[in-house]
Nanobody, 119 residues
Framework: QVQLVESGGGLVQPGGSLRLSCAAS???????MGWYRQAPGKERELVAS???????NYQESVKGRFTISRDNAKNTAYLQMNTLKPEDTAVYYC??????????????WGKGTQVTVSS
């Protein structure tokens, strides 16, 4: 009922840029979407999130470099990543959540896309 498909990951040199996309297919209303990442040996962490109203939240380490946006009509979220650093290397996951009805909610995850920053 809720499916997320990520794209845009790849290999880039330090200082380069990538743009990730997350296309959501859902029969339910999506309230918020976000990007998380997980590096080897580390826990998954929130990178950025955006509500249906456009309110955004960023991890401190990516402020000024990453920008999250959303096209509600297309049910698609984007993550523009600039000035990439080796420490940004991780698997990036898209998340979407919302309410089905009072007392019932959903949280869906994509399969992830690899981002590697290396010279």
């Amino acid at each position: 009922q809720v499916q997320l498909v990520e794209s845009g990951g790849g290999l880039v040199q330090p200082g380069g840029s990538l743009r990730l996309s997350c296309a959501a297919s859902s029969i339910f209303s999506i309230n918020a979407m976000g990007w998380y990442r997980q590096a080897p040996g580390k826990e998954r962490e929130l990178v950025a999130s955006i509500t249906s109203g456009g309110s955004t939240n960023y991890q401190e380490s990516v402020k000024g470099r990453f920008t999250i946006s959303r096209d509600n009509a297309k049910n698609t979220a984007y993550l523009q990543m600039n000035t990439l650093k080796p420490e940004d290397t991780a698997v990036y996951y898209c998340n979407a959540n919302g309410s089905i009805r009072l007392g019932a909610s959903f949280s869906s995850w994509g399969k992830g896309t690899q981002v590697t920053v290396s010279s």
